[in-house]
């Protein structure tokens, strides 16, 4: 080890879960590196959503450990509250607050929970807007933007809490197929500027371009852990083969 | 019709008295029945048993009995008093058990307006940060309170109604009790009884027209 830089940001060792009888997440152990991106895939009901939200303890585990930052995670309260505020989250159904406008949603964060002035948080607020190509919507509320600029918002919103990961649960599932390409490119570009990011997908393409790694998800269980380019043409387990297999063929 | 106009002058300022008593008791029972939704969906075991205990019990007491309580258990027994002038601290004690029991419909109105809001809203809430009460009250009860604004106005209206059984309390002021005060030495009057009728329809239809327009003017389009 260098310097305090290769201790991995999240760290889960041992990780299990259980919904009532059902072992969702079994004995997971995982690291995600500063900087890396990786790419979470594998059959529905396989645990991926469970295992993205228990890294800001949306979800709570069983046993084992999970650290943020080379800390374990806060149970509850002010320092989870504080934990959360340092892992942004991007949702498949964009969760975008219905009563807010998009500037308001994009500043509500750093004004309530960071304390900033209103008029820097908006102009902040704004250039991220801009950075995600809906600047001009900024006045507009959820409901009126088309799924794409919604999720654009709701990854502008991640930013503006300058996290220091960010966690995306099938970004794209819940949009038209024309909406795509233009979310996957906002979080192209986020993994060029170096952005932690874990995400859940099944877009190979963001897979091949942007992630560092792939883990294959099965059964609440990392089944294989890979490069994607490794992965996509050459797997190793049969589990993977076969899951490969269906979604390529659509 | 001579009798309204005679009684006219006692009737109105009775009548006033509902008034002040509905606008005083939708004050405390909106803050109240918040207080009773926030317990009622926090996560602290103890709160929300405390809020469902309340409002199960409250409820389902009837209103004179709230309001008998109110005067002859806390005034009475506990000794509270409001005012050394007996009007004064009636009037008190039927706004404090009249907010007491209205607070328990404006909190489940509420809470079902909080069913209407999307989990996922909360969710993203807790997730930039916010805390379970900044998250309540900056994203859910706005929110909440935007889907049950006409239902709200059904549970004004029948509180101000409901400000016509202050005699339970002791609060011989109130239209309804110069009514009777009233048909003891006139005899039912069907005028008099008319319009109280009217002053107070002419008070509740309007809540119940703006309310109603309100409501579909603050809907959150999702
Ligand atoms: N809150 C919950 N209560 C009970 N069971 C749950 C809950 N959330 C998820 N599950 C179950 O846990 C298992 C794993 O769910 P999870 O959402 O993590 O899977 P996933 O891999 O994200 O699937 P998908 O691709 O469909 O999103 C599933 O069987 C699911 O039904
Ligand atoms: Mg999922």
């Known amino acids: 080890m260098k310097n305090g830089d290769a201790v991995p940001l999240v760290k889960l060792e041992n990780v299990n879960k259980h919904f009532g009888e059902l072992h ?66 991007v949702f498949q159904s964009f969760n975008l607050f219905a009563h807010k406008t998009i500037l308001e949603n994009v500043t509500l964060g750093p004004i309530k929970v960071r304390g900033q002035d209103r008029k820097a948080a908006e102009q902040r607020g704004l250039e991220l807007l801009e950075r995600v190509g809906i600047a001009s919507q900024a006045g507009k509320y959820p409901a009126q933007l088309s799924g794409g600029q919604q999720q654009r918002t709701a990854i502008a919103r991640a930013l503006a809490m300058d996290p220091k990961m960010i966690l995306f649960d099938e970004p794209t599932s819940a949009l038209d197929p024309e909406m795509v390409q233009e979310v996957l490119d906002v979080m ?25 790694r792939v883990v294959f998800m099965a059964d609440g269980q990392v089944v294989e852990e890979n490069t994607p380019d490794e992965f996509f043409t050459n797997a190793r387990t049969d589990r993977a083969k076969d899951f490969l297999s269906k979604i390529l063929t659509h | 019709m001579n009798e309204l106009i005679e009684y006219g002058p006692a009737l109105w300022e009775g009548f006033v008295q509902n008034l002040k008593l509905s606008a005083v008791c939708a004050i405390m029972a909106l803050v109240l029945g918040t207080v009773l939704v926030s317990m009622r969906v926090s996560p602290t075991p103890v709160l929300r048993a405390a809020g469902a205990a ?8 009837p209103l004179t009995l709230v309001l008998a309580f109110s005067a002859l258990g806390l005034s009475d027994q ?51 940060g916010l805390t379970f009460f900044q998250s309540l009250t900056l994203i859910i009860l706005p929110q909440a309170f ?30 309804a009790f110069v009514m009777k005060d009233t048909f003891d030495t006139t005899g039912v009057s069907i005028p008099i009884f008319l319009g109280i009728v009217v002053a107070f329809m002419a008070v509740t239809l309007p809540i119940g027209f703006l309310t109603g327009w309100l409501s579909r003017r603050l809907a959150v389009a999702r």
């Open chain 2, 146 to 175: 935007r889907a049950v604004v006409a239902p709200l106005g059904s549970v004004m209206i029948a509180m101000i109604k409901n400000t016509t059984v202050a005699v339970a309390a002791g609060y011989l002021a109130d239209v």
């Open chain 1, 188 to 212: 192209i570009g986020l993994a060029r500027d170096g952005m932690t990011m874990v995400v859940v997908t099944h877009e190979m393409g963001f897979a091949r371009r942007a992630a560092n």
């Open chain 1, 24 to 89: 969702v997440l079994r004995d997971i152990h995982l690291t995600v590196d500063r900087g890396e991106v990786l790419v979470v895939i594998g059959p529905s009901g396989g645990g991926k959503s469970t295992l993205c939200r228990t890294m800001n303890r949306l979800e709570t585990i069983d046993s084992g450990v999970i650290t943020f930052d080379g800390r374990p995670l806060p149970a509850e309260g002010k320092p989870l509250a504080k934990l959360r505020s340092e892992v942004g989250m």
């Open chain 2, 54 to 61: 309340y409002v199960n019990i409250v409820r389902n007491t």
């Open chain 2, 78 to 128: 506990v000794g509270l008093v409001f005012s050394d002038d007996p009007a004064i601290n009636g009037f008190w004690l039927v706004a404090l058990g009249l907010s007491l029991y209205t607070a328990t419909f404006v909190c489940e109105a509420l809470r079902a307006g909080i069913n209407t809001v999307p989990f996922g809203q909360a969710e993203a809430a807790r997730a930039i």
